[in-house]
């Protein structure tokens, strides 16, 4: 079945640094893939979103790329900022399996220090 | 436009006992997901309606039930809760299909506590 791998966390960095939260997925059909964002006390929200090979989506100054031959959709960030602590979730859905559903990867803890 | 709504946000109940959780939609939005998060585990999809029909379902036992009015507000109800049903719970209300690229829109949750 479908499935999205993240990188567990938590992950600390300093301020400015340059993040790269891994993501890579298993899926049968055509997925589109995403970033969700929960910061503390709060639901998620969609971050970017790509729906098909090699598309980029972006936002807030996050970044990532739909690399169908890896099958990877890692999120990056040039320099990070103490308000982009959070907790981070790569997730998919797939056009091409009946299972509507979409699937979310475990979430990855950031801590930004100032 | 007003956002996902989750009442309450917070409850505490006992083995055994019942509980339901509402999730009011954004306006026009017809798609109602609800999903359980825990540290363990993550987020985990439970069920999602459409147009007050149940059209998918996640891994879990039948004590856990939802439904969704004509006005898309929905509800999900557990039965005999257990100490490992305590989880925040999430809506998601989405335009279309949430399986179909729709983004979806969550709420802040009901931070469900079973002793």
């Known amino acids: 079945g479908n499935s999205v791998t993240q990188m567990e966390g938590p992950v600390t960095l300093s301020e400015e640094a340059f993040l790269t939260i891994n993501c890579t997925y298993t899926?049968?059909?055509?997925?589109?893939l995403f970033w969700y964002v929960q910061y503390p006390g709060e639901g998620l929200q969609l971050l970017l979103k790509?729906?098909?090979?090699?598309d980029k989506g972006s936002n807030k100054g996050f970044e990532a790329t739909y690399r169908k031959e890896t099958t990877s959709f890692h999120l990056e960030k040039g320099s990070v900022q103490v308000s982009d602590s959070a907790v981070y979730f790569c997730a998919l859905s797939d056009l091409g399996n009946r299972d509507d559903k979409i699937i979310f990867g475990k979430g990855t803890r950031l801590h930004i220090l100032p | 436009k007003a956002g996902v709504t989750q009442t309450p946000r917070y409850l505490i109940k006992t083995r055994g006992q019942q509980v339901t959780l509402s999730c009011s939609p954004i306006s026009g939005h017809r798609s109602v997901s609800w999903y359980q998060q825990t540290p363990g585990q993550g987020l985990q999809f439970l069920f999602e309606y459409f147009s007050e029909t149940q059209r998918n379902k996640g891994n879990f036992p039948g004590r856990f039930s939802g439904r969704q009015f004509s006005n898309s507000r929905s509800e999900m109800n557990v039965s005999t809760l257990e100490l490992g049903d305590s989880a925040l719970y999430l809506c998601?209300?989405?335009?279309?299909?949430?399986?179909?690229?729709?983004?979806?829109?969550f709420g802040p949750g009901t931070r469900l506590t079973v002793t």
């Open positions: 790509a729906t098909k090979a090699d």
């Open positions: 998601a209300s989405s335009s279309g299909l949430a399986g179909y690229t729709y983004e979806q829109y």
């Open positions: 899926a049968t059909g055509y997925p589109s």
